[in-house]
């Protein structure tokens, strides 16, 4: 529960220490002395809102400090510090922290119970299931950033498929060419063998002849000067080495034309060979010119649109898994949804009895409350879930159930607001609530039964309530009372822990106004001992 509240330098507080109680406080005093002030202040504190896993939140943020948690918040011109015991902390952390320690009931919460999304929240909270609309949340995105990606790659598909069309025709028609690089430049080579076969004709006879067949010939003069150094040699030996020289020449020289002999004979005119050729050729040269590249780099030009193609149909593999990816997530969604939607209905059945059974107490005999959950269509879901959540009220007998939103009574629309605040209150495990004249509109023996409830609620964990209703006040447990004095020039607001004369003085004051008469105080005295009679602390 929250046991010390200190606030300095607020608005017209200067300075204030207030050590709290449990059950519950009543907070009054004149309009203006700076009551909601106090709410201001636990609200900057706390991020505006303990269950069993405080301790666990706390390790795990590395802020715990033994049996107590010290929460400190500092606002300066242009910036803000917190601190949770201690310790620097974030804004996130401070509202997480907040969210479970204290829950705020404003004077104007009964106008947020107007929005859809208010009064689905409010189910929600009641039935507890924050987990599993979280989850239901969490799987929502996770199908919507699949479904936004699918819907991106699928957007530019067509252009995707004219491309891959594209590929495949080009790769086709560079594969089917069946030629590497090396290949190419034979064909090349080929080529231009069979446009010269005439000049290599007439080169290589010419050859043979000089070197052999004509006279004189190579071979013919080679002969003649074996012989005239063979008759050298038998003059002089030393000669002997030149005579194997021009020996071996000799013997090359056969072996050069008999190659040459050989090679021309290889080169017959062969019409359907030249044409062949010269049609593969044409084929390298056009494709070469159509893909912009010279034509031995063909194949690598083969190879890079074949990679492309490649990657595209990997998209479109990509596109499958996606799809499919897409699909599940979404069915996942549904099956959370869905069991949410079951949890929903069963704590809407629960809810509309509490709150109709509250109705009865507060001067709405024979009204009813209902909370109607209605199925969406799956294509219009959301992170909410498959749920229209709607709060439906009959103020009086005979009157047929229509959405809160249309309660033509503000004073019925705040005391449904009230039995709906206490009920789901009772249901959670936030220790600390605060009301902040939430009283407001309603009076007289109704006031007493709010007054009542909160008393009730009290006794199970700490209620602070801000009032200006005595019938309210009387039914506390403690009492402070709040008031604005001057000092200096300045104003500055005191808050006082009341004793029991003090406490009877104080809802007095509120029943008479200025002029409290001994039968005020008589009537002030009575309705605190009531109250402490009925339901003592």
């Known amino acids: ?145 699949l479904d936004e990606r699918l819907r991106r790659l699928t957007a530019a598909s067509a252009e995707r498929a004219a491309r891959l069309d594209l590929l495949r025709y080009q790769v086709d028609e560079l594969r089917v060419l069946g030629l590497d690089t090396a290949a190419i430049a034979e064909l090349e080579r080929e080529h231009r063998r069979l446009t010269n076969l005439g000049e290599l004709q007439a080169t290589t006879g010419g050859l043979i002849m000089r070197l052999y067949d004509g006279d004189p010939s190579l071979h013919g003069e080679l002969s003649r000067c074996l012989a005239e150094l063979d008759a050298l040699l038998a003059f002089d030996e030393r000669l002997g080495a030149t005579r194997e020289l021009l020996d071996g020449a000799g013997i090359q020289i056969d072996e050069a034309v008999s190659a040459l002999r050989q090679y021309l004979d290889g080169l017959d005119v062969d019409p359907a060979q030249m044409a062949l050729v010269e049609a593969r050729l044409t084929q390298v040269h056009d494709l070469a010119r159509k893909y912009r590249v010279p034509a031995g780099e063909l194949p690598a030009k083969l190879a890079g649109l074949a990679e492309e193609l490649a990657e595209l149909e990997r998209d479109d593999r990509t596109l499958d898994q996606l799809t499919r990816d897409c699909a599940a997530a979404r069915e996942a969604f549904l099956a959370s949804a869905r069991t949410l939607s079951g949890q929903r209905r069963a704590a809407a059945e629960r809810l509309s009895a509490t709150v109709t059974e509250a109705m009865q107490g507060l001067a709405m005999v024979g009204g009813c409350f209902a909370v109607e959950v209605t199925p969406v269509d799956p294509d219009g879901a959301g992170a909410f879930g498959l749920d229209r959540v709607e709060l439906l009220v009959s103020a009086n007998p005979g009157q047929p159930l229509a959405p809160l939103a249309k309660v033509a009574s503000g004073g019925e629309l705040s005391r449904i607001s009230l039995g709906i605040q206490v009920a789901t209150a009772q249901t959670g495990s936030i220790p600390t609530l605060v009301f902040d004249e939430v009283d407001v509109g309603i009076g007289g023996g109704v006031a007493e039964i709010v007054g009542r409830l909160l008393r009730t609620l009290g006794e199970a964990r700490q209620v602070l309530c801000v009032t200006h209703l005595p019938q309210v006040a009387a039914q506390a447990h403690h009492h402070l009372r709040v008031r604005k004095l001057s000092r200096d020039g300045a104003t500055y607001t005191v808050i006082t822990a009341l004793a029991e004369e003090e406490r009877v003085g104080e809802i007095a004051r509120m029943l008479g106004g200025r002029e409290i008469t001994a039968k005020t105080l008589d009537h002030a005295r009575e309705m605190v001992a009531r109250a402490q009679a009925r339901a003592p602390a």
Not at 108 to 115: G, I, N, P, V
């Open 1 to 145: 529960m929250l046991s010390q509240l200190f606030v300095r330098d607020l608005v017209i507080v200067d300075r204030l220490e207030l050590e709290l109680s449990g059950a519950m406080t009543a907070l009054t005093g004149e309009t203006g002395a700076g009551k909601s002030i106090l709410i201001d202040a636990l609200g900057l504190v706390l991020g505006d809102k303990a269950d069993p896993d405080l301790i666990a939140w706390l390790a795990e943020q590395a802020l715990d400090d033994g049996d107590e948690c010290l929460v400190r918040r500092v606002l300066q011109r242009g910036r803000s510090r917190a601190y949770i015991n201690a310790r620097p902390a974030t804004g996130l952390q401070l509202q997480a922290l907040g969210e479970r320690l204290v829950d705020i009931h404003g004077q104007h919460a009964h106008q947020s119970l107007l929005r859809p999304a208010a009064q689905r929240d409010l189910l929600d909270s009641y039935a507890g299931h924050g987990e599993l609309a979280a989850e239901v949340a969490a799987r929502f995105r996770d199908f919507r950033a």
